[in-house]
């Protein structure tokens, strides 16, 4: 299977702290040429953010995809916001208008504060059983040719019909993330591939297995993507004093936080970084630590062929998509493409091409 690769973009050139995430208003020539950047670099699809205050993920997708020909767009979205008979039209929509250019990221929402900013005041527990209802309703309406009942907890329908149905089929791939037994029983029966951050290699093959026969019971099939913050320079030496370079700036602008972590995903990234600085050689935690574990943040340190057989051994255990981003979205996308995804491409297909014991 190839190897498939994501990044993220921005709705505004980043600011502050290397740590960006999607925030501070929106420019329309900025999603444009950090889209393309993405696509000339070489990466398949790029994930659209979502926090309480952000600009709309489906606009900022249809916009990109706009200015781009093949790059795909993974729309982070919280079930709930919006009706999902309602967010299934307007999904089949955008995959339509986008030749299947699209996918979903499931995000039940970490933060309680952030989930309340918007007028959500459940519990998370409550949030995964209403997001597990929400995505089944989504997927049945894609998938009927004639109106539908729905008789569940959360929602109820009547004589319910999507008469866009997305290009994809059956319908756009749904990623989800989280550590919760919520989560993953979500996730087991309802999405198609689990978005996990970037763990220890034993940790990782733990989760996978796990996580596979979660999904046989449901008769279905476990994907996985992993993400990462990779640094990577001319020589590991170099590599190492750049990513400590980043850790001193984190700590000296507003991306450093002191508080408790606001997920079961996080909190097993902090407990990872109690136990050392660095994992497998290359999996460097203080960034992660720094953050509270706050977004993707641990990072792979060494120069690019390190960093791609790090990710390699990854690909091994059965994680087929990454999610890469830097800190550095001007320098970094270009030179991920030059000098990092080739490499893990190749590696990927001579893995691929190994004799299966």
């Known amino acids: ?55 709309d993920g489906l606009g900022v997708a249809l916009w990109g995809a706009a200015h781009t020909q093949k790059l795909s767009y993974l729309v982070a979205h919280r079930p709930g916001r919006v009706l999902p008979a309602l967010m299934a039209r307007k999904f089949a929509t955008l995959d339509v208008l986008t030749q299947g250019r699209i996918s979903i990221h499931v995000i039940i929402g970490g933060s309680d504060q952030d989930m309340q900013a918007e007028g959500d005041f459940t519990s998370k527990e409550e949030r995964y059983l209403r997001g597990a209802e929400y995505v089944d309703v989504m997927r049945r309406l894609w998938a009927a040719d004639a109106p539908i009942d729905y008789n569940g907890d959360f929602y109820k329908l009547r004589q319910a019909f999507c008469e866009v149905k997305p290009v994809q089929q059956p319908h756009p791939t749904l990623l989800f993330g989280g550590s919760s037994a919520g989560a993953l029983d979500m996730g087991a029966k309802h999405c198609d591939v689990f978005a996990m951050f970037g763990e220890p290699l034993a940790a990782t093959a733990a989760r996978v297995a796990d996580y596979r026969a979660r999904c046989a019971g449901f008769g279905r099939e476990a994907r996985f993507n992993m993400s990462f913050r990779p640094v ?90 990454f999610l890469l981003r830097g800190f550095d979205p001007l320098a970094d996308v270009p030179e991920f ?3 990092l995804l080739p490499r893990v491409r190749a590696g990927a297909l001579a893995i691929d091409r190994k004799p299966k014991p």
């Open 1 to 55: 299977m190839p190897a498939r690769i994501l990044g993220m973009i921005g709705v505004v050139p980043p600011a502050g702290g290397p740590v960006h995430v999607i925030g501070g208003g929106i420019s329309r020539d900025w999603i444009a040429q950090h889209s393309r950047e993405h696509e000339e670099a070489g990466f398949d699809e790029v994930l659209v953010g979502y926090y309480s205050s952000s600009a």
């Open 232 to 321: 990577i320079a001319e020589t590991e030496g170099q590599a190492w004093d750049k990513a400590k370079a980043i850790l001193a700036q984190v700590k000296s602008s507003g991306d450093a936080v002191s508080r408790a972590p606001i997920s079961h995903s996080a909190e097993r990234l902090m407990e990872f970084a109690k136990q050392g600085d660095v994992h497998d050689e290359r999996l460097w935690m203080p960034i992660a630590e720094a953050t509270s574990a706050h977004g993707n943040t641990t990072c792979l340190v060494g120069t690019a062929a390190q960093v791609a057989d790090a990710l390699l051994k990854y690909y091994e255990l059965g994680v087929h998509s």
């Open 337 to 339: 493409g030059r000098e």
